[in-house]
């Protein structure tokens, strides 16, 4: 589970939604060959109110015996007035032990 926290200097943070998108990826983004799979492990059409999305990680990429080594998360936050902001971050995954 990840947690987005944000504030709204202009209005109430109770009245602002979420959009989140999580990847599983076989590298780093910045990596020019990196792949990041076509099945979102999160990700919703609109936004909401709940800031802790759940998932869980694959070992490989769907279809394929690629491992993950990478998780993408992109977050849109939007205000009451329509105002929005997007981060996008990433974090490496460390396999389990044999």
């Given at each position: 589970?990840v947690?987005?926290?944000?504030?709204?200097?202009?209005?109430?943070v109770?009245?602002?939604?979420?959009?989140?998108?999580?990847?599983?990826?076989?590298?780093?983004?910045?990596?020019?060959?990196?792949?990041?799979?076509?099945?979102?492990?999160?990700?919703?059409?609109?936004?909401?109110?709940p800031?802790?999305?759940?998932f869980?990680?694959?070992?490989?990429?769907?279809?394929s015996?690629v491992p993950?080594?990478?998780?993408?998360?992109?977050v849109?936050?939007y205000?009451?007035?329509?105002?929005?902001s997007?981060?996008?971050d990433?974090?490496?995954?460390?396999?389990d032990?044999?």
């Amino acid at each position: 589970m990840v947690k987005a926290e944000f504030s709204d200097p202009d209005g109430d943070v109770n009245d602002g939604t979420m959009q989140w998108r999580i990847s599983a990826c076989d590298g780093p983004i910045t990596n020019l060959d990196t792949n990041c799979d076509l099945n979102r492990l999160y990700g919703q059409p609109v936004p909401t109110r709940p800031t802790s999305p759940e998932f869980t990680v694959p070992s490989v990429l769907t279809g394929s015996a690629v491992p993950v080594r990478d998780i993408v998360f992109e977050v849109t936050v939007y205000d009451d007035r329509g105002a929005s902001s997007t981060i996008e971050d990433e974090w490496a995954v460390i396999p389990d032990p044999p």
